[in-house]
């Protein structure tokens, strides 16, 4: 059709729409909406996880507290006997509730708290062992004198400074003085620790326990491989 003799109304004398421009526009709207619905949940994820491009990581989905878990068959139960998650109330140390599948359909996501094979990872660990994820395939993760960053960026999270039985250093300062209790240690392999940058490779993870004087993790053993997982804590 010739654009300089366009079709006209035959009452009105006005230049017809071009149909096929309108169904093009209509579709193009129609995807536009569908790219929302999909991607808005996603980037208020990111959004919550990273902290909109500020200088430091946050997480506002992983609560401190797991809470009980129903058991059903799709689950299971394990005495961990292992204080690495102790946050000061004996969170996780005799009883903890795994979902083996979990991680069939679910990404691993930082926060996480992962049940693995322990002694394949190290001897010194149990064969089931329990622990946090802090860092994902790809991201540096360094620690200066008991804060961790992520990509540079400080982790400021519940579980993103070194603890000692759900004490920070402030509160452990606070401690009267115990022959029980070794501060100048403490303070040199909690509170203090450093750890040059690392980056973590594919298919593997960072992991910290909650405990950084208990915990025998990624602090000093590396990256975890992935296919040592072996389901997620979704209890207590």
Request: overall charge neutral; proline content about 5%.
């Amino acid at each position: 059709m010739n654009d300089n003799n366009p079709i006209k109304d035959r009452i009105t004398g006005k230049p017809l729409k071009n149909k096929t421009y309108t169904r093009v526009k209509w579709v193009g709207l129609g995807t536009l909406l569908l790219l929302l619905v999909f991607f808005v949940p996603q980037l208020s994820y990111v959004m919550n996880i990273w902290g909109s491009g500020s200088t430091t990581i946050t997480d506002s989905i992983t609560k401190e507290s797991l809470g009980e878990a129903t058991l059903t068959s799709d689950l299971f139960e394990v005495n961990p006997m292992y204080d690495n998650m102790n946050r000061g109330h004996n969170e996780l140390v005799n009883h903890a509730v795994i979902d083996p599948n979990y991680y069939k359909t679910n990404p691993i996501r930082r926060g996480d708290i992962i049940y693995f094979h322990g002694q394949a990872f190290d001897p010194r660990l149990r064969e089931g062992d329990i622990s946090r994820v802090i860092g994902l395939p790809g991201e540096s993760i360094k620690v200066h004198k008991g804060q961790i960053y992520v990509n540079e960026k400080k982790l400021n999270t519940f579980y993103g400074q070194a603890h000692r039985g759900g004490m920070t250093r402030e509160a452990f300062l606070q401690l009267p003085d115990s022959h029980n209790i070794n501060k100048e240690v403490i303070l040199k392999d909690v509170y203090d620790f450093s750890l040059k940058s690392v980056t973590v490779p594919d298919g593997t993870i960072f992991i910290v326990g909650d405990d950084w004087l208990r915990s025998l993790d990624s602090l000093h053993l590396g990256p975890l491989p992935q296919r040592l997982i072996t389901g997620k804590v979704v209890g207590e």
